[in-house]
C-alpha cells in the first residue's frame, strides 16, 4: 500500500521528527511504500496567497503552484499524519498544506453547491499527535485536532476507513519513560497499518 506519510516539525532534533522517523521505517518495515512529506524539508510554501483565493474553484488553474503535492496526494492509498499540537490545532505548516492542496478537483467536487468527497481511493488514516496540554485540557477546549482527523479527514477518505488516532499528551511533563513508551506504541501500530 502506498502511504502519505505527513510532517510539520521545524526541528532535527524534536522528538515530533522521532516521531515521523520511526513511522516512516515501521510502515516500510510492514511491506508499504512510504511517500515521506516533510513540509518544512521540502520547503512547503503554506500561505494561501490573493492569487491562489482568486483561482480556488477554477480547475485546473488552482493546482498550478502545488501540482506536485496533489499528484502525491492522489497516488495515496493511506495517509498518516505526524504533527505537533499547536494551541490546540495543527502548526500553520500543516494547516497551509490542507488549504492549499485539498482544493476542489482534489480533495471534493462542487457542483451547484453540492459538496461530493473525491479521496476515497485513501483506504486507511492514522494520526501521531503530540500536545502541551494534559487529555483533560485538550477534551475541555474540544480537542481540535482530533475531531479534524476523527470526523473531517474521515468523511473525505473511503467510507468506513480504520482511523487510528495516537497521542502523547503533556509533553510539558513527559519523561525519558513516557516517550519511549509512545514510541513502542507507535511503533507497534504503524508496522500492523
Same mark, same amino acid.
Given at each position: 500500500?502506498?502511504?502519505?506519510?505527513?510532517?510539520?516539525?521545524?526541528?532535527?532534533?524534536?522528538?515530533?521528527?522521532?516521531?515521523?522517523? $520511526?513511522?516512516?521505517?515501521?510502515?516500510?518495515?510492514?511491506?508499504?511504500?512510504?511517500?515521506?512529506?516533510?513540509?518544512?524539508?521540502?520547503?512547503?510554501?503554506?500561505? $494561501?496567497?490573493?492569487?491562489?483565493?482568486?483561482?480556488?474553484? /477554477?480547475?485546473?488553474?488552482?493546482?498550478?503552484?502545488?501540482?506536485?503535492?496533489?499528484?502525491?496526494?492522489?497516488?495515496?492509498?493511506?495517509?498518516?499524519?505526524?504533527?505537533?499540537?499547536?494551541?490546540?490545532?495543527?502548526?500553520?505548516? $500543516?494547516?497551509?498544506?490542507?488549504?492549499?492542496?485539498?482544493?476542489?478537483?482534489?480533495?471534493? /467536487?462542487?457542483? /451547484?453547491?453540492?459538496?461530493?468527497?473525491?479521496?476515497?481511493?485513501?483506504?486507511?488514516?492514522?494520526?501521531?499527535?503530540?500536545?502541551?496540554?494534559?487529555?483533560?485540557?485538550?477534551?475541555?477546549?474540544?480537542?481540535?485536532?482530533?475531531?479534524?482527523?476523527?470526523?473531517?479527514?474521515?468523511?473525505?477518505?473511503?467510507?468506513?476507513?480504520?482511523?487510528?488516532?495516537?497521542?502523547?499528551?503533556?509533553?510539558?511533563?513527559?519523561?525519558?519513560?513516557?516517550?519511549?513508551?509512545?514510541?513502542?506504541?507507535?511503533?507497534?501500530?504503524?508496522?500492523?497499518?
Amino acid at each position: 500500500m502506498r502511504v502519505l506519510v505527513l510532517h510539520s516539525h521545524p526541528l532535527d532534533e524534536s522528538f515530533g521528527r522521532a516521531l515521523y522517523k $520511526l513511522t516512516c521505517e515501521s510502515l516500510e518495515k510492514a511491506g508499504h511504500e512510504v511517500d515521506g512529506c516533510n513540509l518544512y524539508e521540502e520547503g512547503f510554501d503554506p500561505v $494561501l496567497s490573493a492569487h491562489d483565493r482568486r483561482v480556488y474553484h /477554477d480547475i485546473p488553474d488552482n493546482l498550478s503552484l502545488v501540482q506536485p503535492y496533489v499528484d502525491r496526494l492522489k497516488q495515496a492509498e493511506a495517509l498518516v499524519i505526524v504533527t505537533p499540537v499547536w494551541n490546540f490545532g495543527f502548526p500553520a505548516m $500543516l494547516k497551509g498544506y490542507f488549504d492549499r492542496v485539498w482544493l476542489p478537483g482534489v480533495s471534493f /467536487d462542487l457542483v /451547484d453547491g453540492q459538496l461530493t468527497p473525491t479521496l476515497r481511493h485513501i483506504r486507511k488514516l492514522a494520526a501521531v499527535m503530540t500536545y502541551g496540554a494534559t487529555p483533560m485540557r485538550a477534551f475541555l477546549a474540544g480537542n481540535p485536532p482530533k475531531k479534524i482527523v476523527k470526523r473531517v479527514i474521515r468523511a473525505q477518505i473511503k467510507i468506513g476507513a480504520p482511523v487510528k488516532y495516537l497521542a502523547h499528551y503533556d509533553m510539558n511533563n513527559c519523561t525519558e519513560e513516557t516517550r519511549a513508551a509512545f514510541m513502542a506504541k507507535v511503533r507497534r501500530e504503524m508496522e500492523n497499518f
